[in-house]
């Protein structure tokens, strides 16, 4: 069986529930072989020096050994060898990448889903996600690729990069304050049962932390489970269970990371890209005094900055679409709510054990408590509805919906604002309002809701 010629990337690169396409074993090797065989056109359109190695990490999910396993047979059908860098965090590819002489990396992990979810993301030489023209062109070729391979893979060993933890972890130290230490702080860490288990707990302990650490024992079925980014109440418990000066949680591959401050708060991007701007352009260093964030940031972050005199850039929703974004407008600093912070000049892509360790030397260097910015950010009340719709028809052909959408902002006024869009993943219209209070957005909300409803075949 050949993969079908259709699109299997989505946001994110590849992510389905394992063993079910397009993460099938057979489907898995030939998108691996037409992957290779892409990257080496374009490796030689754009290089001089080849070499054909692809370096690959993975999450702590059951599925992940075998995926790489048929993943790197794939690879090595059409030329390329894979290097396992075994169970690091997604940003890991982009250091290694960074720092080495390879024609790209693959992370195979379904980041925050559930455990019986995985997918994998590609890498270009630069250590940035593969844009989406280059998964279009993958996806265009995949079959006529896949066509040209034996139907019967060779059973490939998969090499060790002996080197990757200890490479990932020298590259995180040295873009810290020289002699940056955590010693005095009391801090609690939310590993997700995921790629950091084992990492995270070794490097903050070596900072010299008072550590406690939660969920750091994968058995490759409870990654995310009650855990990690997406359920913070834990952390919040042991935060002020244990009295430490706060905690933060990554998600399942630690590309995102949010916080709980020392008061039991929760502290998300918006509070973490806030924090940072304030603090890079304090000290002269914001290039362009610009940041770049999504449209689905709070309203109070954009007043926050305005108040700054900082220009805030909008991208659409994903990580990938904030990297873009600084790539072509020259900043430094990007990021969303859900707590992928962009660092450019350490990374193009989200670190979520980065992101932490910057903003624990930022937050020393200030001598503040982490509830100090907390409270310099409040939440505008924010509502999310989601309907789920049988065809995604344009929302401009919706006349009826979209007056209703003008009155309301009309009425909201500069205090408010709303954002209708289709999610990039699912069947869903998404609408976004805030407000000065809740039970006023929630009004505007319910109307918006039927207003929608009338119009768009849903379930």
Not at 124 to 134: D, H, L, N, R, V
Not at 300 to 309: H, R
């Amino acid at each position: 069986m050949k993969c079908e010629k259709k699109e299997i990337f989505g946001t994110d690169g590849i992510r389905a529930v394992a063993g079910e396409s397009p993460l099938t074993e057979e489907e898995l090797k030939n998108i691996g072989f037409a992957a290779g065989s892409f990257l080496q056109k374009k490796f030689k359109e754009t290089m001089n020096d080849f070499n054909a190695k692809i370096i690959i990490a993975r999450d702590t999910r059951d599925s992940g050994p075998w995926i790489e396993k048929a993943l790197a047979e794939g690879l090595s059908k059409s030329g390329c060898q894979a290097l396992s860098c075994g169970v690091l965090p997604t940003s890991s590819v982009a250091v290694l990448l960074k720092r080495n002489c390879f024609l790209g990396g693959a992370v195979i992990s379904a980041s925050h889903n559930p455990p019986d979810f995985n997918g994998v993301k590609f890498f270009t030489a630069q250590g940035e996600k593969i844009p989406e023209s280059w998964e279009r062109e993958i996806e265009q070729n995949l079959e006529v690729l896949a066509g040209q391979a034996p139907s019967l893979f060779k059973e490939t060993k998969v090499e060790i990069f002996e080197k990757a933890k200890e490479q990932y972890v020298e590259s995180l130290k040295k873009s810290l304050p020289q002699n940056f230490s955590l010693k005095g702080v009391k801090w609690v860490i939310d590993c997700a049962n995921g790629a950091v288990s084992n990492l995270a707990p070794e490097v903050f302990n070596s900072l010299g932390a008072e550590l406690i650490a939660i969920h750091h024992s994968p058995d490759g079925k409870n990654i995310n489970l009650k855990s990690g980014a997406l359920y913070l109440e834990c952390l919040r418990e042991t935060v002020l269970r244990e009295k430490t000066d706060g905690g933060c949680a990554f998600d399942g591959d630690a590309d995102r990371v949010l916080f709980v401050d020392e008061e039991g708060a929760v502290v998300d991007g918006d509070v973490l890209l806030g924090l940072s701007a304030q603090i890079l352009k304090e000290k002269g260093l914001l290039k362009n005094n610009c940041v770049v964030t999504t449209v689905m940031a709070n309203l109070i972050f954009f007043q926050k900055m305005k108040e700054l005199d900082i220009q805030v850039l909008t991208a659409p929703v994903g990580d990938r679409s904030v990297s873009e974004m600084l790539e072509s407008s020259g900043a430094i600093l990007g990021g969303e709510q859900s707590g992928h912070i962009i660092f450019k000049e350490f990374l193009p892509t989200g670190d979520g054990m980065f992101t932490a360790l910057k903003v624990l030397s930022m937050l020393k260097e200030k001598k503040q408590k982490l509830s100090y910015f907390t409270k310099a950010y409040p939440k505008a009340p924010q509502i999310l509805l989601n309907l789920k719709v049988k065809e995604k028809i344009p929302i401009e052909s919706l006349p009826d919906f979209q007056a209703a959408v003008v009155n309301a902002e009309k009425f909201l006024g500069a205090n408010g604002r709303i954002l209708i869009r289709y999610s990039g993943t699912e069947p869903i219209l998404r609408i976004m309002i805030e407000g000065s209070s809740k039970s006023q957005i929630e009004k505007i909300g319910s109307g918006l809701l039927e207003f929608a409803k009338k119009g768009l075949p849903h379930e």
